[in-house]
């Protein structure tokens, strides 16, 4: 059972009216203000500041990890301000998309200007950029705008709403689509190089490859139809053996690969956490 | 959203394999400094760098696709050493990214690492070039980049999924030596496939501390080291409890009402 959310200065954000543009304003003049301060202040302050942020951050959600839940429930005292914490991370992140805007149009219009080597795909990329964005807030605010009304060769009139879809759907879907095909062309010329035969391992590889590609299509099922479902012989059916391979070898491997991974992130947050982090972007160690 | 009162056992695991990494870093700090194996992938970097730079090529650095995360900024750790390597070198570096909040950090890494090799001259902001935050279109986008620049070193680092194949594929293509790691177990049969040197799960995390040698970096690969050895007789625990269960015909899955003063034990290792 979910404990319902208390309203309150942190949880309950306004969403329409005045007050709505207030926090607005007061949420970017703040971080405006935050960004302002961290530049002014010596270096030494700063990184104890960020550390200290950091520190804070992150002892939220492990202190709500480890917090005992209210019984019958799934939250504690500290689950209710999740969504607080979790807007200011946006709020953060949110500052960082003008910067991508700004690089992106900064490249390519330097690139134009300056008629640099294959300046036009350039151009290409400002142009897209305009149009999907000017067609995006059309589509938004005066999407049944009618741009071309009915007639002529045309059935019906085409809106800004049809035009955003045309360029969306139609363009940005099907590049997207089309490069998703590609996968199935690499992983053939991928395979292709994997599969050589050229040491055991790769022998083995190629085996096991075959066995487990033949236990998943018919022709497999078809090629071992002839042994019985059931006793030792039904070992060898491609499906089995198949099977496990996958069960057997390829799950203990991917999972003994995953505990790594798992500590390894574990120990990266840590070190990130307690700012014990060392290298670029972070403090040298002396 | 999970909670320690939901499975105490994990919870506690969790808690002790921190504070093992946590002493194992301050024991680092003060002086016990371990060695760790040669990893091939990161001895490669030189060579592929130096390489680059023989045939008048850049080096790629792709961060994957996530925006700030623990792999992202992972993979910055590593490309700052890499760069420094490049920069040494006097070579060129492009590192596109797949969302904006990496543009001002891949930023700084390069500048970092330029400035710190002595040639601060070589930075361009041009270098990181934000592409696109869609998948296929920031993967269309690297390719492109690929085919036009044809870079002989490409390093491809961070959390990759679908597209993982296309860029290997298309940097495989254009002749680049190609250095890859994950935290997606999923991708890393692709890389392996279509990259030369590929570094394997926690040998990701290890990277930065392998080529920086930096002490807090190595106590915390050994304090991973010393979970993995709780994690492994937690392991042998657990299969010698399910296989003497088993063999008295208890499914340790379905123990049902079945009380005993091992109960908990079995819980904490076999559950």
């Not at chain 1, 142009?127 to 995006?136: C, D, G, I, S, W």
Request: proline share 4%; hydrophobic share 50%; with cysteine.
């Amino acid at each position: 059972m979910q404990h319902p959310i208390n309203h309150n200065f942190f949880t309950a954000i306004p969403q329409h009216g005045a007050v709505y543009w207030l926090y607005v304003f007061a949420t970017v003049a703040a971080g405006i203000g935050v960004l302002a301060l961290l530049q002014i202040i010596p270096t030494r302050y700063r990184k104890a500041t960020i550390a200290l942020f950091t520190f804070l951050g992150g002892l939220y959600y492990v202190a709500e990890f480890f917090l005992p839940t209210e019984k019958g429930t799934s939250v504690n005292a500290l689950t209710e301000y999740q969504p607080f914490v979790g807007t200011l991370s946006q709020v953060i992140g949110a500052f960082t998309v003008g910067l991508g805007v700004i690089s992106l149009v900064g490249m390519h219009t330097r690139s134009v200007v300056r008629q640099r080597a294959q300046w036009g795909y350039s151009a290409c990329l400002i142009v897209a950029f305009l149009v999907m964005t000017v067609f995006h807030l059309l589509d938004s605010y005066y999407g049944d705008h009618v741009i071309i009304g009915q007639g002529g060769i045309l059935r019906a009139a085409i809106t800004n709403h049809d035009v955003y879809n045309f360029l969306f759907k139609g363009g940005l879907n099907s590049l997207e689509s089309a490069m998703f095909a590609l996968i199935g062309f690499f992983i053939i010329s991928a395979s292709y190089r994997a599969f050589r035969i050229r040491s055991f391992e790769a022998s083995l590889l190629m085996i096991s490859a075959l066995v487990v590609m033949l236990g998943q299509v018919t022709l497999g099922t078809w090629l071992t139809g002839g042994l019985p479902t059931d006793g030792p012989y039904a070992n060898f059916r491609f499906e089995n053996m198949a099977q496990y391979i996958l069960l057997n070898i390829n799950t203990p491997a991917q999972r003994a690969v995953a505990f790594g991974i798992a500590l390894g992130t574990l120990a990266t947050s840590l070190r990130l956490w307690l700012s014990l982090e060392r290298g670029f972007y972070f403090d040298q160690e002396s | 959203m999970q909670h320690a009162s939901d499975n105490w056992a994990t919870a506690i695991f969790v808690a002790i394999v921190s504070l093992i990494i946590v002493l194992k870093v301050v024991m680092a700090q003060r002086g016990i400094v371990p060695t760790i194996r040669r990893i091939a992938g990161l001895n490669a970097i030189d060579e592929a760098v130096g390489r680059a730079t023989e045939m008048g090529r850049p080096v790629l650095m792709v961060p994957g696709i996530w925006p700030i995360s623990i792999p992202t900024l992972q993979a910055m750790n590593i490309f700052g050493h890499i760069a420094k390597s490049v920069a040494t070198y006097g070579n060129h570096t492009i590192m596109p990214v797949c969302d904006a909040s990496v543009v001002g950090i891949g930023e700084e890494v390069l500048r970092d690492a330029y400035t710190s090799a002595g040639r601060p001259e070589l930075f361009s902001s041009d270098d990181v070039r934000f592409l696109s935050d869609q998948q296929f279109a920031f993967a269309s986008g690297v390719a492109g980049i690929i085919e036009r620049e044809k870079p002989a070193a490409s390093f491809l680092m961070g959390a990759f999924f679908a597209e993982s194949l296309i860029l290997a594929e298309t940097g495989q293509r254009a002749g680049a030596i190609q250095v890859a790691a994950t935290p997606q177990t999923t991708q890393l049969p692709f890389f392996i496939a279509a990259c030369d040197y590929v570094l394997l799960g926690d040998e990701f995390y290890a990277a930065s501390a392998y080529l920086s040698r930096n002490p807090t970096l190595l106590g915390s690969i050994v304090g991973q080291d010393y979970a993995k050895v709780v994690f492994i007789i937690a392991i042998v625990i657990g299969t010698v409890c399910a296989t003497v269960l088993g063999a008295q015909g208890i499914d340790v899955k379905h123990m049902g009402d079945l009380h005993s003063p091992w109960r908990t034990f079995i819980d904490f290792f076999v559950k």
